[in-house]
């Protein structure tokens, strides 16, 4: 059974660094892409980037690129999505998922809340 | 970047009742479109890809068409438990943007 566990919710003050993970099993992790996706509260989906666990590629989309950083390790079928430093417009819910051999998310992770404030 | 505006924003209707949801594509995305469906405190679920193929276990009423700027998602008898979110996806060009959604409410 394909599966991507996210880390937990998360509470952070402005300027605060942050790493979120992404840990799937049940599919051959370094196969296919991994990617991110921002829900702001009350608001649509974003696409921020993707990642290749394979060869570790990743493309961003222009809205995230130098704000956020995508990587995985491979080792322990884990991809990350971190801030050097956050801030309140930061505060949504991240998912993470996997893009299928229909080249579209098929699996999700749960989300991870995160919510910056001072 | 490629732009999907989907209309309504809101759709008001009846079990029972048909629903015809709107993206539209900036510029021509091919076939490369996908629908999403999602629930209050969910993650998003794939229910469309390339304009027109099911995902696996989605129900024949649902049904996907168009190509190119103009797509359409049919849901041919609304059942209660699809009044939920409907947001439309690219994957033609990096990166794969989504639309703003479609909420589908109970009138």
Redesign the interface.
Known sequence: EVQLVQSGAEVKKPGESLKISCKGSGYSFTSYWI?W?RQMPGK????M??IYPGGSET?????FQGQVTISADKSITTAYLQWSSLKASDTAMY?C?RQ?S?????F????ALVTVSS | EIVLTQSPATLSLSPGERATLSCRASQSVNSYLAWYQQKPGQAPRLLIYDAFNRATGIPARFSGSGSGTDFTLTITSLEPEDFAVYYCQQRSNWPHTFGGGTKVEIK
Not at chain 1, 108 to 111: V, Y
């Open positions: 990617g996706v649509g989906l974003e696409w980037g993707i493309r961003y989309s222009p809205s998912y998922a299928g229909s080249g579209f998310f098929d999700w992770g749960r989300g």
